[in-house]
């Protein structure tokens, strides 16, 4: 039986480990936290995340987590400082050119840089540049 809710500190799953660096639990083929999720919650909708809100990753405290997008976990990571690779903190490409709102064209999680862009299809527009001439 899953206890649904009351307690305030992260309660570890028995079942975590370490992978990699980062803990992790299992159960069957789907992490602990999802199944106790599922028994206080009901089914998880496809493509639907488990989030923590205490960013402790083998936490089931039911209170800690909450259903959100694969983006909604991305937003929520940057929010609290935890985007490990650094790209989120800089402040131009690398050819220079500032990210501003304007200038950047975002896509998936990536920034690109429309001016970069503009600059590589002028020197494909004799070929026909199909692939950047929508910016």
Known sequence: ?????????????????????????????????????EECHGPIPDGMYVCHTCDNPPCINIDHLFLGTPRDNMLDKVAKGRHSNGNDRKTHCKRGH????????????????????RDRCHTCRSRDCDTHRVL
């Open 1 to 37: 039986m899953v206890y649904c809710g009351g307690v305030t500190d992260c309660i570890i799953s028995p079942l975590a480990r370490y992978k990699v660096g980062l803990p992790y639990a299992k159960k069957g083929n789907t992490t602990h936290h999802r199944v106790v999720f």
């Open 98 to 117: 500032e990210f501003t709102e304007e200038n950047t064209r975002m896509e998936g999680h990536r920034r690109r840089c429309r001016q970069c862009e």
